[in-house]
């Protein structure tokens, strides 16, 4: 069973919409979570992590994710998405070993 | 150096053939993964050195794969006997804090014809 899943491979949204992708986690995850994102042919850039503290981070542009322990959850969300946000995002957390274990990555699409 | 830096960016081989990607970690630090994506999927652990050390190397799919690290600095990955499953971008990225995430390099895009 994967450690960290990603409910949904690709998300289409409208410039301007309100996005969320979702990512949950086992239990078996410690609580340190965080947020990759890829754009077109760059590597992994990380957008925002959770370590211990306030359960909602935030990123540099505008990006925003809650630690909800009772869901097991982490879902990201921005309010108004741009052109330049297409990219593929990838949650991640530490399944036991001492590295990242990843989701499969969600592709958000935006269009004009 | 400022990042993680990996070369080549770009490797075609022919079956059968042993390649080597090397990794340049972010100076001072301590922690160095290797990565394997296949197209349309997230990245996949492979192994993890603390220092010089594998500490852990359980992600290596079989014994063609090999990684060193023998100065606590540089790596190589090595892939004897190239199949072509083997096609993939090998991801490398190093962490100065456990726990804290990491900075990945760009990785390079190894196809086996």
């Known amino acids: 069973a994967q450690s960290v899943t990603q409910l949904d491979s690709q998300v289409p949204v409208f410039e301007e919409a309100p996005v969320e992708l979702r990512c949950n986690y086992s239990?078996?995850?410690?609580?340190?979570l965080f947020w990759y994102v890829q754009y077109p042919n760059q590597g992994l850039q990380l957008l925002l992590k959770?370590?211990?503290?306030?359960?909602l981070v935030k990123s540099i542009n505008g990006f925003e994710a809650e630690f909800n322990k009772s869901q097991t959850s982490f879902h990201l969300r921005k309010p108004s998405v741009h052109i330049s946000d297409t990219a593929e995002y990838f949650c991640?957390?530490?399944?036991?070993?001492?590295?990242?274990?990843f989701g499969s990555g969600t592709r958000l699409q935006v269009q004009p | 150096g400022a990042g993680v830096s990996q070369t080549p960016s770009n490797k075609v081989t022919e079956k059968g053939k042993y390649v080597e990607l090397r990794c340049d970690p972010i100076s001072g630090h301590t922690a160095l993964y290797w990565y394997r994506q296949s197209l349309g999927q997230g990245p996949e652990f492979l192994i993890y050195?603390?220092?010089?050390?594998?500490?852990?190397d359980s992600g290596l799919p079989n014994d063609r794969f090999f990684a060193v690290r023998p100065e606590g600095s540089v790596s190589t990955l090595k892939i004897q006997r190239t199949e072509r499953g083997d096609s993939a971008v090998y991801l490398c990225?190093?962490?100065?804090?456990?726990?804290?995430?990491?900075?990945f390099g760009s990785g390079t895009r190894l196809t086996v014809v």
């Open positions: 990225a190093s962490s100065g804090l456990q726990g804290r995430g990491y900075t």
């Open positions: 991640a957390g530490y399944t036991g070993r001492r590295a990242l274990t």
């Open positions: 959770y370590l211990s503290g306030s359960t």
């Open positions: 239990s078996s995850v410690s609580v340190y």
């Open positions: 050195f603390q220092g010089t050390g594998a500490a852990d």
